[in-house]
C-alpha cells in the first residue's frame, strides 16, 4: 500500500492550499483517512481526519479554515486549508488505516510529508 500526498507549497497568510492523497496498492477496505502535521523537533499532530461514514474530525487550531472531504471510489483524501497562517507551515502527512484483505486486520499506513509554507 502506498499513500501518495501532493499540493503543498508556499502561500501568503490568508491564501489557501488544496492537499490531495491517494492511496494504492492492495485495498479491501478504509476506515479512516486524515491528515497530520509535525514540525522539527515535535510529535506528528492529528489536523483532520475523516471516518467512513463521512464524519469528520478537526485540531482545535484549524477549525473553521480546514475542511477535509473523501472520495472513496479513488481512495482518495483532501484538505482544503483556507486562511492559512505562518504556524500552519509544516510539513503534513496523510494516513488512512486499512484492511488489505476481508478478514485481515485494519492497521495504519502513511504517506511520505508534503511541505506547506505560509509567509506572513
Known amino acids: 500500500v502506498q499513500l501518495q500526498a501532493s499540493g503543498g507549497g508556499l502561500v501568503q497568510a490568508g491564501g489557501s492550499l488544496n492537499l490531495s492523497c491517494a492511496a494504492s496498492?492492495?485495498?479491501?477496505?478504509?476506515?479512516?483517512m486524515g491528515w497530520y502535521r509535525q514540525a522539527p523537533g515535535r510529535q506528528r499532530d492529528m489536523v483532520a481526519g475523516?471516518?467512513?461514514?463521512?464524519?469528520?474530525n478537526f485540531a482545535d487550531s484549524v477549525k473553521g479554515r480546514f475542511t477535509i472531504s473523501r472520495d472513496n471510489a479513488k481512495n482518495m483524501v483532501y484538505l482544503q486549508m483556507n486562511s492559512l497562517k505562518p504556524e500552519d507551515t509544516t510539513d503534513y502527512y496523510c494516513?488512512?488505516?486499512?484492511?488489505?484483505?476481508?478478514?485481515?486486520?485494519?492497521?495504519?499506513?502513511w504517506g511520505r510529508g508534503t511541505q506547506v509554507t505560509v509567509s506572513s
Open positions: 494516513a488512512a488505516n486499512l484492511k488489505q484483505r476481508r478478514g485481515g486486520p485494519f492497521d495504519d499506513y
Open positions: 496498492g492492495t485495498i479491501f477496505r478504509i476506515n479512516t
Open positions: 475523516s471516518s467512513s461514514d463521512g464524519r469528520a
